[in-house]
């Protein structure tokens, strides 16, 4: 699994917002063109509350960068999150991996003491 520290476009001397592998950025840049997203949007990436184990993954796209966002990029990918999710994702690898119950986004987060068994909550 090949790994990409997201370059903090706001500062680089914090710990990494988030890395993204190969196969994310990969498939992030498959669904933006399907999507017909151009270069004008970038991914957000969020936690909100809820879930069976507390916590929710929220991902989208969105062109609109906001005051308390920080900035990361990859390979070309802008990926935003908000100043609130930072607390929870800070150090997070998002992966895409595939295999007998489907294929999707999965995130590798050290702050998740617990998950559930689908893996899209966590608690913290």
Known sequence: MDVHVASDVASSAEEPVMTLTDRAV???????QRE?????????????????SGFSYTMSFDKEQKADDRVV??????????????????????????GLHGSGFKFVNPKAERTCGCGSSFSA
């Open 26 to 32: 990969e498939m992030v840049k498959t669904a933006m």
């Open 36 to 52: 017909n997203r151009g270069a004008e949007y970038a991914l957000r990436v969020g936690v909100v509350g809820g879930g069976c």
């Open 73 to 98: 990029e990859v390979d070309g990918v802008r990926v935003l999150v908000d100043a609130a999710s930072l607390e929870y994702l800070a150090g997070t690898t998002l992966d895409f991996v595939s």
